[in-house]
């Protein structure tokens, strides 16, 4: 049977330091949850479960037309893995491999997504870190075995630490990869990169 590669995108945190819902501030023009979706359905992902937490009742009607799965994670004080773990627990059994997506690093390309699904065939027994200027982003592909560990609640960070002899690095010229959403100042830069991307035919 082929490798099947699911994704889970994590959007269920409170947006505390924004001080608003980030995951529907405009990027550049439509709530950055749905900009996030796009560019990963365009990359030809088609099995998508999105886990959402705090405001998802605001957050559920803008994505009621799109092809996803919603999973909720209802502790408000959870740690990043029991998403995950939520998220594994929406995933079809076909699955075989797991992105792990950031709705807060909304900007990351749909060819950065496709080449990760392309290595993910190519490697499936190993963990993906794309890599812009030599630091290390996101999104970030498991294989689902090693992603399991997250009905423990083991974070994933521990489990790259782990299985290192299992990583595999991705160059990307890719930005947004290491661009995150969590202040009212990174907020701006993304706004700014969106404009350069759409500026040069890119988003």
């Known amino acids: 049977m082929a490798e099947k590669l699911g994704v889970i995108l994590l959007a ?7 001080g608003q819902n980030k995951q529907l501030l405009p990027v550049p023009d439509e709530p950055a949850i749905r900009f996030c979706i796009r560019q990963i359905l365009d990359a030809g992902l088609e099995t998508l479960v999105v886990v959402l937490g705090a405001n998802r009742e605001k957050i559920r009607p803008v994505l009621a037309d799109l092809p996803v799965t919603i999973a909720v994670n209802t502790r408000s004080d959870s740690h990043m893995a029991e998403s995950v773990s939520c998220g594994l627990s929406e995933m079809p059994d076909p699955v075989t491999g797991i992105m792990i997506a950031l709705c807060d690093h909304p900007l990351v390309s749909s060819t950065t997504y496709a080449a990760l699904k392309a290595l993910y065939h190519q490697t499936p027994d190993s963990i993906l870190l794309p890599v812009y200027k030599g630091r290390g982003g996101h999104p970030t592909v498991f294989p689902r075995v090693l992603c399991n560990a997250a009905h423990d609640n083991i974070p994933l960070n521990r489990v790259v630490h782990r299985h290192a002899d299992r990583i595999c690095r991705m160059p990307v010229d ?3 990869i290491v661009l995150d959403m969590d202040t ?3 907020y701006q830069r993304v706004l700014s990169l969106a404009t350069e991307q759409v500026s040069a035919g890119m988003a």
Do not use: L, N
Not at 12 to 18: D, F, N, T
């Open 12 to 18: 269920a945190g409170a947006s505390q330091r924004m």
């Open 174 to 176: 890719d930005p947004a």
């Open 184 to 186: 009212p100042d990174d």
